[in-house]
Nanobody, 114 residues
Framework: QVQLVESGGGLVQPGGSLRLSCVASLSIFSIYTLGWYRQAPGKQRELVATITRDGNTVYVDSVKGRFTISRDNAKKTAYLQMNSLKPEDTAVYYC????????WGQGTQVTVSS
C-alpha cells in the first residue's frame, strides 16, 4: 500500500519559515511528478507547487519567490521550503504524487499567526 506522509507543519509568526517534508513509499519514486497543495478553511484545495521527474517546477503566483519545492529521490522525499510566511498561507498542506495513478498524503497543518 502506497503511503505519503507529510511532516514539518506547525505554528509560525508572520515572516517566519517552515520546511515541509513528504516521505513516500513508492517503489519508483523518481519518475513521479510531485506536488504540494493546500486547503484553507472554507476554501477549495489549491495547487502550491509541482516538480517533475526532470526537476521542472511550477508555482502558484502567490508563493513565487517565497516557497521552493525540491525532491531527494534517494530518500524518496519531497520538500517545500516556505519563507516569508503570511497569515494567508494558513492551511492544511497536502503532498501529491502522480503518474498514471494519483496518491495523496494525509496533510499537515500550517498556521501563520502572531
Amino acid at each position: 500500500q502506497v503511503q505519503l506522509v507529510e511532516s514539518g507543519g506547525g505554528l509560525v509568526q508572520p515572516g517566519g519559515s517552515l520546511r515541509l517534508s513528504c516521505v513516500a513509499s513508492l517503489s519508483i519514486f523518481s519518475i513521479y511528478t510531485l506536488g504540494w497543495y493546500r486547503q484553507a478553511p472554507g476554501k477549495q484545495r489549491e495547487l502550491v507547487a509541482t516538480i517533475t521527474r526532470d526537476g521542472n517546477t511550477v508555482y502558484v503566483d502567490s508563493v513565487k519567490g517565497r516557497f521552493t519545492i525540491s525532491r531527494d529521490n534517494a530518500k524518496k522525499t519531497a520538500y517545500l521550503q516556505m519563507n516569508s510566511l503570511k497569515p494567508e498561507d494558513t492551511a492544511v498542506y497536502y503532498c501529491k504524487a502522480q503518474l498514471q495513478v494519483t496518491y495523496w498524503g494525509q496533510g499537515t497543518q500550517v498556521t501563520v499567526s502572531s
